[in-house]
């Protein structure tokens, strides 16, 4: 069973809005959304811990909510005003309280006219 399964994920116009959400089979203690772009590394894309603290990157900083629903082991991402450079394939990852990380397969989101 996959720990961590995204979806959300699609083509979007510039300037429009998306939700990503991740479902996980079990909980972590910090959940978080990474992107990488074709010929970039993996970068984070924004954080939350159990308790709710969260953490973005500048990049998306105004235009992007990281969520969580504890009781349903799920994060969610909505990014606002989308632009060309968020295209990407989005990951979840989970930190758990001990042990690895775990990450998700990835979705594709593209923004362009």
């Known amino acids: 069973q996959v720990p961590l399964v995204e979806s959300g994920g699609g083509l979007v116009q510039p300037g429009g809005s998306l939700t990503l959400s991740c479902a996980a089979s079990?909980?972590?203690?910090?959940m978080g959304w990474y992107r990488q772009a074709p010929g970039k590394e993996r970068e984070l894309v924004a954080n939350?811990?159990?308790?709710?603290?969260?953490n973005y990157a500048d990049s998306v900083k105004g235009r992007a909510t990281i969520s969580r629903d504890n009781a349903k082991n799920t994060v969610y991402l909505q990014m606002n005003s989308l632009k060309p450079e968020d295209t990407a394939v989005y990951y979840c990852?989970?930190?758990?309280?001990?042990?690895?990380?775990?990450w998700g397969q990835g979705t594709q989101v593209t923004v362009s006219s």
């Open positions: 990852k989970g930190r758990p309280w001990v042990g690895a990380d775990y």
């Open positions: 079990m909980s972590f203690h910090t």
């Open positions: 939350i811990t159990s308790g709710g603290t969260t």
